[in-house]
């Protein structure tokens, strides 16, 4: 295992790029979004958040 991030991202799907869904600066004051998926960007992984979790 190289770092706990991988560990996690592994749990949930990976996206290249964001699409209809925030990150969590955008949904700060809001509590109906749940982390749904990962953003690939580079050599990083940024959480997204939605409002559907997936099955």
Known sequence: MKNELEVLASELPIF???N???????????????????????NEYLALYGTQPFK
């Open 16 to 18: 290249t790029d964001k």
């Open 20 to 42: 209809g869904y925030k990150y969590l600066i955008e949904i700060a004051s809001k509590g109906n979004y749940i982390q749904v998926a990962w953003q690939k960007k580079d």
